[in-house]
C-alpha cells in the first residue's frame, strides 16, 4: 500500500508535510462553507431534502448509550464537534449537507481531482483513549456518491491502534473491489498488508449499513464484516503482528492517490464501541 494514514505521519502532530489541521471553530458555524462549498452546520434540511431511510423519531445517540463514541451529524453545530482533530490537506473535501439517513444532514467526505503522484485526505479524528481488550465494533451509515474512474481507491475510514508497531484497520473501496484491509507499520518502517476482499463491491447512490466488528479472545482474534444482510468476511483470522492499543478512529477519506478525477462519500448515524 503506497501511503495510508497509519505510515505517513506521526500520531502525534497531524500537521505534517503539507497537511493542515482545524479546530472546532475553524470547521465552521451555522453559515460557514465548507471546502466543496456546501454549507456546513445549518440545522434545518435545504428545500426538497429527502432521505435514502426516513428520519427517527430522536436523536440516533440517544439508543447509543454504550458506545465509546457516537455521532449522526445532526445535532452539532460544525463537523468537528465531538471529534479530535481535522486531517486535511489539499484536494480534500468535507462537510455537511441534506443527504442523510437520520435527518437533518449527513457528513460527506472525499477529494477533488487528483493528478498522479499526489494524494488527498479529509477525515475527522476521534482519540478515544481506550485500549481494547474484548473487542472493537463499528457500526455507521455509508453511502458511496462516485469514485475515481481511473479505479483509485480512497481508504474510506480508518480505526487505528496507537500502539508500537502502528496497527490499524482500513476500509478501502474503488470502482472494482472493496477490502477491509489489516495494516501493520512495523518498527523498522516496513509495511505489511493483509486485505480481505468482499465478494462483491459496495453499491454506488444507495446508504447501506456497515458493521465491523473485532473479537479479541485470548489467543485469538478475528474480524467479521456485516454490510445490510449480507456477510462479507466471517470470523476471519487475524496478523499475528497486529497490535492493540488506544483507538483512533478516522472518519472519512483518510487517504486517496492521484491520478483520480474526484471521490464522494456520505456517512451518517456512526457509532463506534471498544471493549
Known amino acids: 500500500m503506497a501511503c495510508s494514514v497509519a505510515a505517513c505521519f506521526s500520531f502525534g502532530d497531524l500537521s505534517g508535510g503539507d497537511d493542515t489541521t482545524s479546530s472546532s471553530s475553524d470547521a465552521g458555524g451555522d453559515s460557514t462553507t465548507d471546502v466543496d462549498g456546501k454549507v456546513i452546520g445549518d440545522g434545518a434540511p ?5 432521505s435514502d431511510s426516513g428520519s427517527t423519531s430522536g436523536p440516533f445517540c440517544v439508543g447509543e448509550v454504550d458506545a465509546t463514541f457516537c455521532t449522526d451529524f445532526d445535532e452539532e453545530p460544525d463537523a468537528m464537534t465531538g471529534f479530535s482533530s481535522l486531517y486535511l490537506n489539499d484536494g480534500g473535501i468535507f462537510g ?26 479529509a477525515a475527522l479524528v476521534k482519540h478515544t483513549g481506550v485500549i481494547p481488550s474484548a473487542g472493537i465494533t463499528l457500526d455507521f451509515d455509508m453511502r458511496i456518491d462516485s469514485l475515481s474512474t481511473q479505479n483509485t481507491q480512497v481508504e474510506s475510514l ?10 490499524s484497520l482500513q476500509l478501502n473501496v474503488k ?17 505489511i498488508y493483509n486485505p480481505h476482499y468482499f465478494p462483491q463491491s459496495l453499491p454506488v447512490g444507495t446508504y447501506v449499513h456497515v458493521h465491523i466488528a473485532v473479537d479479541i479472545g485470548v489467543s485469538t482474534r478475528t474480524l467479521t464484516v456485516v454490510v445490510g444482510p449480507d456477510t462479507m468476511i466471517d470470523h476471519v483470522g487475524m496478523n499475528p503482528s497486529f497490535v492493540f492499543g488506544a483507538i483512533d478512529l478516522y ?14 462519500i456520505h456517512f451518517d448515524n456512526v457509532s463506534l464501541k471498544v471493549e
Not at 46 to 50: E, N, T
Not at 97 to 120: H, I, K, M, Y
Not at 175 to 191: F, K, P, R, W
Open 158 to 167: 480508518a480505526i487505528v491502534n496507537l500502539s508500537p508497531t502502528r496497527s
Open 96 to 121: 455537511f449537507d441534506d443527504e442523510f439517513v437520520s435527518g437533518p444532514r449527513g457528513f460527506f467526505s472525499g477529494n477533488s481531482a487528483l493528478p498522479s503522484g499526489t494524494s488527498a485526505h
Open 46 to 50: 435545504k428545500d426538497g431534502a429527502s
Open 251 to 264: 472518519l472519512g477519506n483518510a487517504y486517496s492517490p492521484g491520478a483520480s478525477d474526484g471521490a464522494k
Open 175 to 191: 470502482s472494482t473491489a472493496t477490502d477491509v484491509g489489516e495494516e501493520v507499520v512495523e518498527l523498522d518502517g516496513g509495511v
